[in-house]
């Protein structure tokens, strides 16, 4: 009996281990139809999916660019910025911004009047469905963070 038991243990927790386990995505295996299932599992709203990007939308848009040689996944998005202020006021923003968040890359694009947002998500060695989407939400946490820097209201 105690045999018994011991054998539904063992198959349960082998069973639980194989349901609950997360496969590890080769960087080979990226595409953006990839990027698409992991985004839309966990209930994001999938709004563009292309050949060497995807974009969702989730209080602002974000670009899920894949790298050519499939090293690094880019997270990308902008934000409009106030017209009332000077490119010198703009730009110390941008430097408070990289001085404070570091995980993110904060550039001006003049062409658009924009603040401009990037970060890498390095795919080498693989990663898992999980560390992407909470790679994701880290860098939606930044954007935040950039809002609260933003004390002047320069950034619409």
């Known amino acids: 009996m105690k045999l018994l038991k011991l054998k539904m243990f063992v198959m349960l927790l082998f069973l639980s281990a194989i349901t609950f386990s997360q496969n590890l995505i080769q960087p080979q295996e990226i595409t953006s139809e990839k990027l698409s299932q992991i985004m839309k599992s966990a209930y994001y709203d999938v709004i563009d999916v292309k050949e060497s990007y995807i974009s969702i939308k989730d209080g602002v848009k974000t670009f899920f660019d894949i790298d050519k040689n499939k090293r690094f996944i880019s997270f990308s998005g902008s934000f409009s910025l106030n017209e009332n202020f000077s490119k010198e006021q703009k730009l110390a923003l941008l430097n408070e ?3 404070q968040v570091l995980l ?7 062409s658009n009047n924009s603040i401009n947002y990037i970060y890498h998500f ?7 469905d999980t560390s992407l ?3 994701y939400k880290i860098y939606k946490s930044a954007l935040t963070r950039t809002l609260e820097i933003d004390k002047q209201k320069i950034i619409k």
Do not use: L, P, S
């Open 97 to 99: 911004i990289n001085t």
């Open 104 to 110: 993110i890359k904060a550039y001006h694009k003049e």
């Open 122 to 128: 390095w795919t080498e060695g693989g990663f898992t």
């Open 133 to 135: 989407v909470k790679a």
